[in-house]
């Protein structure tokens, strides 16, 4: 996909795989769609070097709502379900495959103008990572089980401003060999008030992961893995 400036277009039919179209602040929905950049087609990027793995695209919007207002330290919720209309039909696939595992991750970059920015060339740092915990139990068995909510908080710390959030889902289930590995994120628009002056170290996307990173190139089935080593930077944490 071309990056282009957003558009207040409707979206289309979407089928398969998932999608990060609904964001929570404090525990109040902020409307479906609202403030995402939801994609033509909800399936997933492979390409690590691919500008589609930035926002998905990342060229379409819903709706002309410029951001999200949140305040630095809010506790924030990315919703995901398999298609846009699939949220309350309780259908098995929903909000993701059960054999979909892999890591959530959430990333921010601070921008000028939300609504507007294109999102090559930003510079993004993370915030929030989950992967395998020591039970065997992998993130996205936790979003599946919280019915595609991954709960998360914004740094109390980052400065106020404008900001693209990329939330990203990785399924390692065809990972064994790259590309292989189904990468599915999504960005919304936000707008950050009460901040502080935290400037943590950043990464570009593409770039950040590569085709070979243990995190990308991964066996999910045999052995039964006990580590897994999520990719991308550490979290940021004031």
Same mark, same amino acid.
């Given at each position: 996909m ?13 089928s /398969?795989?998932t999608?990060?179209q ?5 525990g ?13 087609? $909800?399936?997933p990027?492979?390409d ?7 926002c998905?695209?990342?060229?379409? =919007? ?5 951001q ?5 330290? $809010?506790?924030?919720t /990315?919703?995901?379900h =398999? ?11 929903? %909000?993701i495959d059960?054999? =979909?595992l892999? %890591?959530?991750m959430v990333y921010?970059?601070k ?8 999102v090559? #060339?930003?510079?993004?740092f993370?915030?929030?990572? !989950?992967g395998? !915990?020591?039970?065997?139990?992998w ?5 599946? *089980?919280?019915?595609?909510k991954? *709960? ?8 106020? #401003? ?6 990203e889902?990785?399924?390692? =289930? ?5 590309p292989?590995a189904?990468?599915?994120m ?10 502080g002056s935290?400037?943590?170290?950043t ?8 085709g070979?990173d ?16 999520i %990719?991308g ?6």
């Open positions: 071309k990056n282009l400036l957003i558009t207040c277009s409707l979206l289309v039919g979407a /398969a795989h999608i990060f609904e964001l929570w602040v404090n109040v929905a902020q409307g479906h769609t609202k403030g995402i950049r939801v994609p033509a087609y $909800d399936g990027i492979t690590v070097t691919s500008n589609d793995v930035i998905n695209g990342g060229q379409q =919007h819903t709706e002309c709502t410029p999200m207002q949140v305040k630095a330290g $809010d506790k924030l /990315a919703e995901w =398999h298609t846009l209309d699939s949220g309350s039909t309780g259908e098995a696939q929903d %909000p059960k054999g =979909h892999g %890591p959530v921010l970059a921008v000028d103008d939300a609504l507007t920015t294109k090559t #060339g930003l510079k993004w993370k915030i929030y990572e !989950d395998l !915990d020591s039970k065997g139990q993130a996205v068995t936790r979003l599946y *089980n919280n019915k595609g991954v *709960n998360f908080t914004l740094p109390s710390c980052v400065q106020s #401003g404008q900001y693209l959030l990329r939330a889902l990785i399924a390692l =289930h065809g990972a064994a060999s790259y292989g189904q990468l599915y999504e960005c919304a628009q936000i707008n950050v008030t009460g901040g935290a400037n943590p170290p990464v570009s996307f593409p770039g950040a992961y590569k070979t243990p995190g990308i190139k991964f066996q999910l089935f045999y052995p039964t893995p006990t580590t897994y080593t %990719p930077p550490t979290a940021f944490k004031c």
